[in-house]
């Protein structure tokens, strides 16, 4: 069985995962980030804390 690795938000195929499984051509998907998505949510991350004020960040 085969598994295609894919980024959760640009749905960008990663790799191709082999399971080791015998038994026919399936194929199934599953989800990550990439390095380019991981970079923009960080960023965005960071810039949304930089709104927070100082006394509202000890609560999270």
């Known amino acids: 069985m085969y598994v295609y690795v894919v980024c ?3 749905n960008k195929v990663l790799r191709t995962k082999s399971l080791g499984r ?4 399936k194929t199934g998907v599953t989800h990550t980030i990439c390095n380019s998505c991981k970079e923009e949510v960080m ?4 810039m949304s804390l930089k709104q927070i004020r100082p006394e509202q960040r ?3």
């Open 43 to 46: 960023r965005e991350y960071i």
């Open 22 to 25: 015998p038994g026919g051509i």
């Open 58 to 60: 000890q609560s999270l």
């Open 8 to 10: 959760s938000w640009c």
